[in-house]
């Protein structure tokens, strides 16, 4: 006799990232021996650079596997809050202003959680990180849509976000360098949205995991901004800058107060960060950073070389993107929903791509692909997609 068993509610709004599906459909192909090219993970593939392995390997070597405490261990905290002071210039306290989770997914929903009630209103870029409107919907607030326009270079307008403020917003996340479309925000955009923030009394979740991963310009954080660092959660981590993905480390700062409530969720979900990982992240940020340029050195050959690409490729046009590893070309041209030809790509030409209304709707008629792979590939993914597309 089988039970039948229900399950919240809440489950049915709980979105997840079409990248792990596509990369499903790629394996599968792969298992029946079908040579995939994959430009659809944004996952760096070099190796974690060896002195950050050695500094595990220490400390697993000196039996350090136990419990830490669960804002994580004080020499990473300190670590960390020296270095957002000096990218940022801001004063962290290590002791009340930091948190380390296990990775910076935590930081989102922990920060989310923590300060956005059901029917509030949170101001998401559109197209975006999906991960940011899934928990805003699965906590019973609503996620509002700023568009992100190809004619603005997909930054994130302040005049765009000021026309979708109401009285029940109460955050506004921002992500830069962003993903899907690798767009960095200038100083006038984060001083317009600062200025928005302040004038609404608004919480500011900043995403800012690829903020090393910047190829022209500098980095422009808007918790750098005046009255800006109280109302701001600062979210970073090592995925990307240091080639760290499966170590799953990441950190928020904010105020004494947001961290406390945020550490308080993870006591309750994780107790605390995996503590040998914590060892290594103190190497990451304190150790030689000769591998984080040469890793960007590389990533901008890969982006000139596939912006070129597809740019030469009949009906596909591309925008130079300013940072992180992504690329967002518009694909209006060939008449296809991007769904369709994501799955036309990856079925005819065995090139596996994220199709662009994964991250929203204003994703439609766009593809992402990541750049984080080798030259070899990114040619040989080039020339498949062309001979396909242009057969159409």
């Given at each position: 006799m089988?039970?039948k ?13 079409t990248a792990?599906e ?5 394996r599968?192909?792969?298992?029946k021996?079908?040579?995939v ?5 944004g ?5 974690t650079?060896?002195?950050?392995k050695?500094a595990?390997?220490?400390?697993l ?6 419990y ?12 960390i ?8 210039g801001?004063?962290?306290?290590p002791?009340?202003?930091v ?8 930081c ?11 029917g ?7 197209p975006s990180y999906?991960?940011y409107?899934?928990?805003?919907s699965f906590?019973?607030a609503?996620?509002?849509p700023?568009?992100?326009r190809?004619?603005?270079d997909f ?11 109401t009285?029940r ?15 960095s ?7 317009g949205?600062a200025?928005i ?5 608004l919480?500011v ?8 991963i910047q190829y022209?310009g500098?980095?422009h954080?808007v918790a750098?901004?005046?009255?800006m ?16 993905t ?5 950190y928020a700062?904010?105020?004494?107060e ?12 994780c ?14 940020l304190?150790?030689p ?9 590389e990533?901008?050959?890969r982006?000139?070389?596939?912006v070129?690409?597809?740019n030469a ?10 940072g ?8 209006k041209?060939?008449?296809?929903k991007s ?5 036309l790509l990856?079925?005819?030409?065995r090139?596996?791509?994220?199709h ?8 439609e ?6 750049y ?5 590939n990114?040619k040989e993914?080039l ?8 057969a159409?």
């Amino acid at each position: 006799m089988s039970v039948k068993l229900s399950f919240a509610d809440r489950m049915k709004s709980l979105g997840t990232e079409t990248a792990f599906e596509v990369l499903g459909m790629a394996r599968e192909l792969e298992r029946k021996g079908v040579n995939v090219v994959h430009l659809e993970i944004g996952e760096p593939d070099f190796d974690t650079p060896q002195h950050i392995k050695d500094a595990a390997v220490r400390a697993l070597e000196e039996g350090f596997t136990h419990y830490t405490p669960s804002t994580g261990i004080f020499e990473l905290r300190e670590a960390i809050a020296e270095k957002v002071s000096e990218d940022r210039g801001i004063d962290v306290d290590p002791n009340r202003e930091v948190v380390v989770m296990p990775g910076a997914k935590p930081c989102i929903l922990t920060g989310i959680l923590a300060t956005v009630n059901p029917g509030d209103e949170v101001l998401i870029p559109n197209p975006s990180y999906p991960i940011y409107e899934s928990v805003v919907s699965f906590i019973g607030a609503v996620p509002v849509p700023v568009p992100l326009r190809e004619e603005k270079d997909f930054r994130v307008s302040p005049e765009d976000v000021a026309e979708k403020v109401t009285k029940r917003t109460r955050m506004l996340v921002l992500n830069s360098p962003h993903n899907p479309c690798g767009s960095s925000l200038l100083k006038g955009d984060v001083e317009g949205l600062a200025d928005i923030a302040r004038e609404n009394n608004l919480w500011v979740l900043s995403d800012e995991v690829y903020c090393k991963i910047q190829y022209e310009g500098k980095h422009h954080s808007v918790a750098s901004e005046p009255g800006m660092k109280e109302r701001t959660i600062l979210v970073d981590g090592f995925s990307k800058t240091y080639a760290m993905t499966g170590w799953r480390l990441g950190y928020a700062v904010g105020n004494p107060e947001v961290i406390a409530h945020m550490v308080k969720l993870q006591i309750n979900v994780c107790s605390c960060p995996t503590s040998f990982v914590q060892k290594a992240g103190i190497e990451a940020l304190r150790g030689p950073q000769e591998c984080v340029s040469q890793m960007v050195k590389e990533y901008d050959k890969r982006r000139k070389a596939i912006v070129a690409g597809l740019n030469a490729i009949r009906g596909i046009s591309c925008k130079m993107p300013g940072g992180a590893f992504y690329v967002f070309p518009n694909v209006k041209r060939l008449g296809l929903k991007s769904r369709d030809l994501m799955t036309l790509l990856l079925n005819k030409a065995r090139v596996a791509t994220l199709h662009g209304d994964a991250f929203g709707q204003n994703g439609e008629g766009y593809l992402r692909l990541s750049y984080a792979t080798s030259l070899e590939n990114i040619k040989e993914g080039l020339s498949r997609i062309k001979a396909t597309v242009e057969a159409l």
